[in-house]
């Protein structure tokens, strides 16, 4: 499976929609990428995790810093993550950037299964930053959701992108507990 083409057709799925018809980062001051700088630049660190393929599609990119980090419990092996500036070509950012606010997540008991059914929910790491997050995500505009879910069917055609959001939702688990 060619990972970079999927990733492709997903972004392209994705296109310009976004989580409500204004611009959201005019609400919070852009909070979800301020937050995001690294010690570089006098941030804490905070930052992305990458989809299969997706390192090797932004380390061309020139903006992003990008690393391999551990998530022992959730994931099997180390994972990568990216620390950005806090600015972004908007066509180059990454899949966690245009899904944010929401995440695909695979239910405990479906984990198991070769092609996993998802759902498409409210991101719990978003509560900490995100207006759209602490209101419950009802502003959340339904066709973000629809547009979301579409390009999650077209990473669900992998089976390590299958893998690596299985493996997400069980890192979400630990959040959705102080939810
Ligand atoms: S997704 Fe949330 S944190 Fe990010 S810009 Fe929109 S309202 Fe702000
Ligand atoms: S990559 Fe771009 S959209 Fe994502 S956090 Fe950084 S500046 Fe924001």
């Known amino acids: 499976m060619n990972h ?7 972004y392209r799925a994705l296109g310009e929609t976004t989580p409500i018809f204004e611009d959201c980062g005019q609400l ?13 630049t006098g941030g804490d660190g905070k930052g992305m995790l990458l989809l299969p393929g997706e390192a090797e599609l932004l380390s061309y990119t020139g903006y992003a ?7 022992k419990g959730a994931f099997a092996r180390p994972v990568w993550f990216m620390t950005c500036r806090g600015q972004c070509p908007r066509r180059l950012r990454s899949m966690a950037c245009r899904l944010f606010p929401l995440i695909p997540y695979v239910a405990p008991d479906d984990r198991q299964k070769d092609i ?12 900490a930053l995100c207006p759209l997050a602490q209101t419950g995500y009802r502003h959340v505009e339904p066709a973000f ?24 939702s069980a890192l979400l688990d630990d959040y959705f507990r102080f939810l």
């Open 65 to 71: 810093k990008l690393s391999r980090i551990e998530l």
């Open 28 to 40: 919070c001051g852009q909070a979800c990428c301020i937050d995001i700088p690294d010690e570089e």
């Open 145 to 168: 959701y629809m547009t979301v879910e579409r390009a999650v069917s077209i990473l669900w055609e992998s089976k390590a992108m299958r893998s690596y959001f299985i493996s997400l």
């Open 116 to 127: 996993p059914p998802f759902s498409i929910v409210g991101d719990p790491r978003g509560v």
């Open 4 to 10: 970079i083409a999927l990733l492709r057709r997903a």
